[in-house]
Each structure stands twice: as structure tokens, then as C-alpha cells.
């Protein structure tokens, strides 16, 4: 895990799967806080890095939206829940697709609709059920495997708790925040 940014956390978060997963946050020491008010611990199951290097992306990650294809880019807020090597999509449309194979280059996009600012603070975005922005929702329902990426041209929300088995692989890329 890597962040230019400090990390916020709620609850007891683990990080990092091995002793030889690095964690690291560009921000200086403690390199993360408290988003909900005491009794939050993360727990950083390999080395945490504090005053890391800042990586400078590219200006946006819209050439992931080539790779995705038609079949697999989305236009506003949408709900993505992992099982196995499938996922469900629910569309800002109401439209639910799936369970449907994760596709065969691993790219998923979702892209902003009419009606989005993207201009919000981090700490007070909210997430209304019909935003045209381009935001993912992302939950698994049980394990899920396989190499995935999801980028979305606001912001990613991670909803619930994700896991993986062993061969599972999630690259997550916003424009703006993942939260």
C-alpha cells in the first residue's frame, strides 16, 4: 500500500498480508488518524513507512477506459461486488448485470454521467444512491480470485470488508479519493 496522503482509519483495520508487505505514507509520523473518534489501531502486519516518497501518477487514469472496452465501462455511481472470478454490477440505472466473469484483461471502468462535481472535501463527501458522478462501490460476497482492476474517474468506496483467496489480485485506481 502506498498513499501520498496520510491514512485515515475507523476501527482495527490490518494491513498488508506478510511481514514483507511494506505499508508506507508520505505524510510524517504517526502517518495515519482517527476517522471516527477513539479506539481506532490499525494493525501493520509488514514494515510501515512514514515520510515516504510522493509518486506523481498521471494527471488521470482515463486510459484505463480503453482497456476496459465498451462491455465493461459504466456511466455513474456503481455498485461492484466480487465473488469467486465473477462479479454483479449494479448500475446507476437500476440495471443489475451478473453474475458476470471478471473480463479477460482485468480492467473495469466507471465513468463520470451528467450531474457530477467532483469538487467535495474528503471529509464530508457523501454518496447519494443516484450520483452521476463516476464512483465505485466495491464488496466482495464470500473469497474472490483472480487479478482485477477497477478504476473509477471519481472516486472508489470500499463498502464492506474485501477478501481474496490466494490467487486473488485488486488494483483500485480514482481520479479523486479511495475511501
Known amino acids: 500500500l502506498h498513499t501520498n496522503d496520510a491514512l485515515q482509519i475507523c476501527g482495527t483495520p490490518s494491513f498488508g498480508r506478510t511481514s514483507a508487505d511494506v505499508i508506507e505514507v508520505s505524510s510524517p509520523p504517526t502517518g495515519w ?6 479506539g481506532d489501531d490499525p494493525n501493520f502486519i509488514g514494515p ?3 515520510n515516504a516518497p510522493v509518486l506523481t501518477p ?12 465498451a462491455s465493461y465501462t459504466f ?19 437500476g440495471q443489475t448485470i451478473g453474475p458476470v466473469s471478471f ?10 454521467g451528467t450531474g457530477c462535481s467532483s469538487n467535495v472535501s474528503p471529509f464530508t463527501a457523501t454518496y447519494p444512491s443516484t450520483s452521476g458522478c463516476g464512483n465505485a462501490l466495491v464488496r466482495s460476497s464470500g473469497d474472490y480470485s483472480g487479478q482485477l482492476t477497477i478504476a ?12 481474496r483467496t490466494e490467487s486473488g489480485l485488486l488494483g483500485l485506481v480514482a481520479n479523486n479519493f479511495v475511501r
Not at 456511466?75 to 440505472?93: A, D, E, F, H, Y
Not at 473480463?103 to 463520470?112: A, L, Q, T
Open 33 to 38: 488518524y482517527s476517522r471516527c473518534g477513539g
Open 152 to 163: 473509477a474517474e471519481n472516486d472508489i468506496i470500499i463498502e464492506d470488508d474485501i477478501t
Open 58 to 69: 498521471p494527471p488521470t487514469n482515463t486510459e484505463l477506459k480503453t482497456y476496459a472496452g
Open 75 to 93: 456511466t455513474g455511481q456503481t455498485r461492484i461486488t466480487l465473488s469467486g472470478n465473477s462479479m454483479t454490477i449494479n448500475t446507476n440505472s
Open 103 to 112: 473480463p479477460s484483461n482485468g480492467v473495469v471502468y466507471v465513468e463520470n
Open 48 to 50: 510501515f513507512v512514514t
